[in-house]
C-alpha cells in the first residue's frame, strides 16, 4: 500500500513566482527609470548599467564558486538589486564606488546570509548606507538639473531636502527657503536634483499602484508609512509653520515614494501580517521625520527602513495567524 506523502504548506498555488514578483516590480519602475535617464542624462544611464551588471556578475560568482551552488541570477533578484541601488545614488557616482556598492549589497547584505529569501535588511539600503557614510562627499554631490535642458549635468548642488535642512539649522524661515527650491509641482514630476530614485515622485507612484493592482504588494505598508509621516510631520508644522516645512513637502522629496512602494514592502524583509506591517510602515515614517528634522542628515528613509527591517522578526513573533485547525474560543 502506497502512502500518501503531504510536503510543508504552502499548499495552493497563487500564480506569482520569483520571477514573476522580480519582473513586475522592475516593470513597475520602468517610467521612473527613464524619467532619470532623461532628467540626468548618460551618467543615469551608465550608473544604471554598472549597478545592475554589477550586482548580477556578484552573485552569479559567489553562489558558483563561494557556495558551490547553482546560481539563481534568472530569478530577476539581482537585476532589481541592481536597480535599486542605482536609484539610490547620484548620477554622477564614479564607476568603482557602484561597484563596491554592488559588492556590499550583494556580497555582504544578501548572499552572505544564504541569498534570496534569507537577508534580514534590504541589500541595495545596505549598499547605498555604506557608499554614503564611505564617501559621504560623493554621494552627496547632486547634478543642478536644467529646466530647459535638463539632460545637461552643469554642476553639482543640494537638494531642496538638504537646502531646507542647513538653512533651518542657520535660523532662517521656512517661507524664505522655500523660495530657494523647485515649486511642488516641479518636484513631484521630478525636476529636482537627487538620487535617482528621487527624480519623479510622481512616476514612483504610478509603479506603486500598479504593484498594488496586480497584488504584487498590499497597501498596509505604503499607507502606513505615508499617514505617519504626513501626520506626524504635520502636528510640527501647525505648531510652527516657519520652523518646520509643509507635510507635502516631506511627502514628495526624497525617497519616500521609492521606500514606500519599492524598498519597504520587500517581501523578504518585511512583516507577513497585515497588522504587523502596518505597525512597521508607521514606524518608517516617524523615523524618517526623526531623522529628517533631529538627524545629521537631511534625507531619513534609507536608515528609517535598515531599523525598521531589523524589528520585523519581534513584529513576526506578536502578530501571528491564527494556525490552521486551532480552536478559536468565543469571548
Do not use: C
Amino acid at each position: 500500500m502506497k502512502l500518501l506523502t503531504v510536503s510543508g504548506s504552502p499548499h495552493i498555488h497563487g500564480g506569482l513566482s520569483v520571477e514573476k514578483v522580480m519582473w513586475l516590480v522592475i516593470l513597475a519602475m520602468g517610467p521612473a527609470m527613464l524619467a532619470s535617464f532623461y532628467f540626468f542624462g548618460l551618467g543615469a544611464i551608465k550608473v544604471t548599467m554598472v549597478a545592475v551588471l554589477s550586482a548580477v556578475l556578484f552573485e552569479y560568482l559567489i553562489t558558483k564558486y563561494i557556495m558551490k551552488e547553482k546560481s539563481q541570477v534568472g530569478d530577476g533578484s539581482a537585476i532589481l538589486t541592481g536597480i535599486l541601488l542605482a536609484f539610490n545614488v547620484p548620477s554622477t557616482l564614479p564607476i568603482w564606488m557602484i561597484i563596491l556598492g554592488s559588492l556590499v549589497a550583494i556580497g555582504v547584505a544578501k548572499m552572505s546570509f544564504g541569498g534570496l529569501g534569507k537577508n534580514p535588511f534590504n541589500p541595495a539600503l545596505v549598499g547605498r548606507i555604506f557608499l554614503l557614510i564611505s564617501f559621504p562627499v560623493d554621494m552627496t554631490s547632486y547634478p543642478i538639473l536644467d529646466k530647459v535642458f535638463p539632460m545637461v549635468d552643469a554642476s553639482s548642488g543640494a537638494t531642496p531636502l538638504a537646502i531646507v535642512k542647513e538653512g533651518l539649522g542657520k535660523g532662517e524661515s521656512v517661507t524664505d527657503l522655500m523660495a530657494q527650491i523647485p515649486s511642488f509641482t516641479d518636484m513631484f514630476i521630478g525636476m529636482s536634483g537627487g538620487s535617482l530614485g528621487e527624480v519623479s515622485a510622481f512616476l514612483l507612484l504610478l509603479g506603486g499602484l500598479f504593484l498594488i493592482y496586480k497584488k504584487v504588494i498590499t497597501w498596509h505598508i505604503p499607507v502606513s508609512f505615508i499617514v505617519s509621516m504626513v501626520l506626524f510631520s504635520g502636528i510640527f508644522w501647525l505648531i510652527d509653520p516657519e520652523a518646520y516645512v509643509n507635510p507635502l513637502f516631506h511627502l514628495i522629496t526624497g525617497g519616500v515614494m521609492l521606500g514606500a512602494f519599492f524598498m519597504a514592502t520587500d517581501m523578504v524583509t518585511s512583516p507577513m501580517t497585515a497588522k504587523g506591517q502596518l505597525i512597521f510602515g508607521a514606524g518608517i515614517g516617524i523615523l524618517t521625520i526623526i531623522i529628517r528634522v533631529w538627524g545629521a542628515y537631511p534625507e531619513g528613509v534609507s536608515f528609517a527602513i535598515l531599523l525598521m527591517n531589523a524589528v520585523v522578526p519581534h513584529l513576526n513573533n506578536a502578530f501571528k495567524p491564527t494556525r490552521f485547525g486551532k480552536e478559536i474560543k468565543n469571548v
